[in-house]
């Protein structure tokens, strides 16, 4: 139940510039999650999320600091929640996320282990992914699309 709640304020946060826990609680209300604020305020914490100004300069829930999630979230609910496109290039995959979002999930994607990735590069919004030569970024691609439910 605690982890779908979460990655429901995973795609909430990604889809709508929540500026308050009151604003978070009912809109998990309406998809059946019901949940106390002092618990709405553990799961912004153990999520990293916390109050700043996105891109458009109102306030919404963002991961804090370098962008970095807690690990006790899953690589796929990083990608669901955040990311936007995933391309490849040679042995490049190119992952674009929302504004603020992309240290988290360049750390999901690190954390994952995932096969033949070797590391990431992250800016604001996007996601440098270099992947072994032999393993072209294609298949890395099509693995983190599928995973972000973007295929």
């Not at 998809?31 to 305020?41: D, F, K, N, P, V």
Request: cysteine-free; charged content about 30%; proline content about 3%.
């Amino acid at each position: 139940m605690k982890r779908q709640r979460q990655e429901a304020l995973l795609d909430l946060v990604r889809r709508e510039p929540l500026a308050s826990q009151e604003e978070i609680r009912r809109r998990l209300a309406k998809l059946g999650h019901r949940a106390t604020q002092s618990t709405i305020s553990r799961d912004l914490e153990e999520l990293g999320l916390v109050r700043g100004r996105g891109s458009d300069g109102r306030l919404r829930y963002l991961p804090a600091g370098n962008g970095e999630v807690h690990a006790t979230v899953p690589l796929d609910s990083l990608l669901r929640g955040f990311a936007t496109s995933v391309d490849a290039s040679g042995n490049v995959v190119v992952i674009k996320t929302l504004p603020g979002t992309a240290n988290a999930v360049a750390s999901g994607v690190d954390r994952s282990e995932l096969e033949d990735v070797l590391g990431t590069v992250a800016g604001d919004d996007t996601i440098m992914v270099v992947v072994r030569e032999t393993a072209g970024g294609k298949r890395a691609a099509r693995t983190l699309r599928d995973l972000a439910g973007l295929s």
